[in-house]
Nanobody, 124 residues
Framework: VQLQACGGGLVQAGGCLRLSCVASERTLSAYAVGWFRQAPGKEREFVARISWPGASTYYADSLKGRFTISRDNIKDTAYLQLNTLGPEDTAIYYC??????????????????WGQGTQLTVSS
């Protein structure tokens, strides 16, 4: 499964953005999807994940309430809605897919496939 995250860009602080994750060649069906991010000079960190077909979601505690993960199984796309953005949210955002995901599903090693990431820059 090849994944593509898109929708990043330059946003002013306080703004919002929606990232999308699509799969090429195959489908996201039957895969749990996670979002991670990596800020300059920092480790890649977990953001959120959603189960297949979407009944269960889980968020990093620090981001809960501002970010929302969802999926549209007809469009075969997963999303990450980011609200009230701040400069601390500047990072490359990656989506990942897992055939089998434990609970809570926040470890990078649990994911089988990764996209190349999309850059989000939040200006102050």
């Amino acid at each position: 499964v090849q994944l593509q995250a898109c929708g990043g860009g330059l946003v002013q602080a306080g703004g919002c953005l929606r990232l999308s994750c699509v799969a090429s060649e195959r489908t996201l069906s039957a895969y749990a999807v996670g979002w991670f991010r990596q800020a300059p000079g920092k480790e890649r960190e977990f953001v959120a994940r959603i189960s297949w077909p979407g009944a269960s979601t889980y968020y990093a505690d620090s981001l809960k309430g501002r970010f929302t993960i969802s999926r549209d199984n007809i469009k075969d796309t997963a999303y990450l809605q980011l609200n009230t953005l701040g400069p601390e949210d500047t990072a490359i955002y990656y989506c990942a897919a897992a055939r089998r995901l434990g609970r809570p599903g926040r470890e990078r090693s649990e994911y089988d496939y990764w996209g190349q990431g999309t850059q989000l820059t939040v200006s102050s």
